[in-house]
Every structure is written in C-alpha cells, then in structure tokens.
C-alpha cells in the first residue's frame, strides 16, 4: 500500500472531535500525576482528541474535497463522557493507554460521516467497530531492535471524577498529521463547529 514514506505528496488524515479546554486541562493535570512510567510517551496536551473517522494517506486534491466536505456540515450536538484508562491490546502487553468515550451521538456523528465521506467516493469505511476513546499515551518499544512494547509497571491510576463529567464534542476538525522527531504533530485543514460546544 502507498505511504508517506514511499510518496511524499500523500497527506496522513483523519477527522476528529476536539474536547473543551476544561477536560483537556483536566485529562492534562491528570497525566502529569499519573502518565509518569518511564515507558510511556504522554500525548500533548494540544495533541489529545477524539478520532471520529481515520482516513490515512491521501492525495492532495482529495485532501480538498474532504476539508469542503468538512467544512459544510451541519452536524449535530456531541455528547460524550471520559472513563478510566484502559490499556490496548487487551490481552498481550500495552503499546497504548486510552480513555474510553462512549456516546450514542459521538457514534451516530461517526456513522453520518462515513455516510457522507462513501457517498463522496472519498473513503471506504473500515471493517472494524467504531470504539470512540482519547489516546493519552504510547508505550515506547523494549529496544535493542525489538519493536515489541516496554513493560509499564506504573499503569495510570483512575481519572478524578472532575474529569468524568459530561461534555459536548466543541468541534470537528480535519487534521494532517505530520511525524516529526519528537511524536506526531497533527494540523488542523478544516473545521466546523458544533452546537452546545464545551457545556457541562
Ligand atoms: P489512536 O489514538 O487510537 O492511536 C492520528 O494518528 C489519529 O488517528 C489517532 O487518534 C489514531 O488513533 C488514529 N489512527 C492512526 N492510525 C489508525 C488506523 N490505522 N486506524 C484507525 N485509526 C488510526
């Protein structure tokens, strides 16, 4: 399959929710206390978001009919709740630590989306269920040429229930996420935002 690696022209990405800055603030104030394990590799703060469809490498004119797409949609309110972290996978050692997100209008947003992204002809939906979720860290690998996950002895410990109130998705935003030395920077190409944003 074509990467950006092997053709520099195609673009890497995905559309996301973006959370209000009081549960950002919350989530980032939670990590520094708890996403401490020398293993793990925390998210920005600027970084954390709620991926709603991934849409992988892209061509540049296809880059533009999906920001439009983005851009003229009216979506509705995004109503959603963080939980306790979990780690994936499941049952062999943790590359990641997420904060499940789960939310009947986060899902129906998702679904719409697809919809209109397939009808468009810009993207294929994937085969898996949607688990909509924040990624707050990355495991580093062991090292020594193995790409297999380093041990995390200190797994985070549970959010504070300030955290865990709920929220509205404060808008939908198409990011490219570019690598750079340092974890992935993602840019935001299009917006459009949502009704209720950030009320509590
Ligand atoms: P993650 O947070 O679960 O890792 C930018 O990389 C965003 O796109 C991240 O939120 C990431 O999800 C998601 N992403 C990256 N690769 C993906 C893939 N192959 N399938 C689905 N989502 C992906």
Do not use: C
């Amino acid at each position: 399959m074509a990467s950006q690696e092997a053709n520099p022209k195609l673009q890497r990405l995905f559309i996301a929710l973006d959370l209000p800055d009081a549960i950002r603030d919350g989530v980032t104030a939670w990590g520094e206390a708890e996403l401490i394990d020398p293993a793990l590799r925390p998210v920005r703060p600027e970084s954390l978001h709620l991926t709603l469809v991934f849409l992988g490498d892209r061509e540049a004119d296809k880059v533009e009919a999906i920001g439009d797409l983005v851009r003229g949609l009216s979506a509705p309110q995004a109503l959603m709740k963080l939980e306790d972290p979990v780690s994936l996978p499941r049952r062999r050692r943790a590359s990641l630590f997420a904060l499940p997100a789960p939310s009947p209008a986060t899902t129906d947003l998702h679904h719409g989306l697809v919809d209109r992204l397939e009808v468009a002809g810009l993207h294929e939906a994937e085969k898996r269920d949607f688990w909509p979720h924040v990624t707050v860290a990355r495991v580093n690998s062991e090292g020594g040429g193995s790409r297999r996950p380093a041990a995390v002895t200190r797994r985070p410990g549970d959010l504070p229930d300030g955290v865990k109130v709920p929220f509205y998705g404060v808008r939908m935003t198409l990011y490219r996420s570019e690598l750079q030395p340092g974890g992935s920077r993602y840019v935001p190409l299009a917006q459009v935002e949502l009704p209720g944003a950030g009320q509590q």
